[in-house]
């Protein structure tokens, strides 16, 4: 399948997108954006320059992935999240050159509706709910609700909830009951057996 690009979308000439990536309407593409293979944008999505999307990775309707954010392959972005990349924004006082990175790692889902504050990472598989705020960095395969999000779970890859404490002082297994993955978790680090 092509790269399929709606004739009300704008692609800015420079800009990098892999094969089969669907662009749909009123989307704008900056020129220096880098996107990978197997893309979707939904209706009214914004991308920036200084911006870097892996393979097979969701943007729903109504979200602006703003100069200074990577998404990593496979991350799903949920209607009108939002990302920023000013941590201190004023009209009257340029901060350009004050940009935070934000990283997104594989597999992570971002919620309808949550907020990343900038300059946190997410970490690999992770899953905001909606509305959630993060404003620091998240593990790999944490639940995170709430505002400010906190952490009050864990999923697997498959995005099922694991039965498991947020923290063990010994390790602790569980299986995705979707897939059958064996987890530990030690600690507070998660990680597949």
């Not at 989307?27 to 200084?50: L, T, W």
């Not at 594989?106 to 709910?129: D, K, M, P, Y």
């Not at 944490?142 to 995005?159: D, N």
Request: charged share 20%; aromatic share 8%.
């Amino acid at each position: 399948m092509a790269t399929t690009i709606h004739p009300s979308a704008i692609v800015d000439e420079g800009a990098q997108l892999g094969a089969d990536c669907r662009v749909w309407h009123f989307v704008h593409i900056s020129a220096g954006a880098r996107i990978g293979a197997k893309c979707s944008f939904g209706q009214n999505v914004y991308v920036g320059n200084d911006v870097s999307i892996g393979n097979n990775v969701k943007i729903q309707n109504n979200v602006s992935v703003y100069d200074a954010v990577t998404l990593e392959d496979d991350v799903f972005c949920g209607p009108s999240m939002v990302f920023t990349n000013v941590y201190n924004p004023r009209s009257a006082v340029t901060r350009k050159d004050e940009y935070r990175r934000t990283l997104v790692k594989q597999g992570a889902t971002l919620g309808a509706n949550s907020t990343i504050v900038c300059g946190t990472t997410i970490g690999r598989f992770a899953f905001i709910g909606a509305g959630a705020v993060i404003n620091r960095d998240v593990p790999d395969f944490a639940l995170m609700v709430g505002v400010p999000a906190k952490q009050i779970g864990w999923m697997s890859r498959f995005g099922e909830r694991l039965e498991l404490p947020v923290a063990s002082e010994q390790a602790v297994d569980a299986t995705c009951p979707h897939t059958g993955d064996r987890y530990r978790l030690s600690g507070h680090r998660l990680e597949i057996i």
